[in-house]
């Protein structure tokens, strides 16, 4: 959706100071089905697994262990250096579940 009728948004999110602030504005804080192809919704049903026991595959899991130093989630900083850190685990899972997947 974003590429085809909001390509402007995403020049904005390159220019963006942060990603929350672009996701902010740009998805009105809402991320939903519409944002991802059929195969990325998909992927964020599976890599999003809200009942994941600890040490499976789930974003929750990636991201807590990527930022053991907060107390908690929500004090990790809405930063690009955040997003550096985070998109190399995101697409790596991305790969092995496509490669499974094939």
Request: net charge negative; charged share 25%; proline share 5%.
């Amino acid at each position: 959706m974003h590429t085809e009728i909001f390509p402007n948004d995403l020049e904005a999110l390159r220019n963006s100071s942060s990603p929350g602030a672009w996701f902010i504005s740009a998805c009105d804080e809402k991320f939903t089905n519409e944002d991802l192809n059929d195969e990325g919704n998909d992927f964020a049903k599976f890599y999003y697994n809200m009942t994941a026991e600890e040490g499976a595959i789930s974003y929750l899991f990636d991201y807590s262990a990527l930022f053991p130093e907060n107390k908690s989630l929500y004090y990790v900083p809405d930063t690009w250096d955040t997003y550096g850190k985070v998109e190399p685990v995101v697409c790596a899972r991305f790969k092995a579940w496509r490669d499974a997947h094939a």
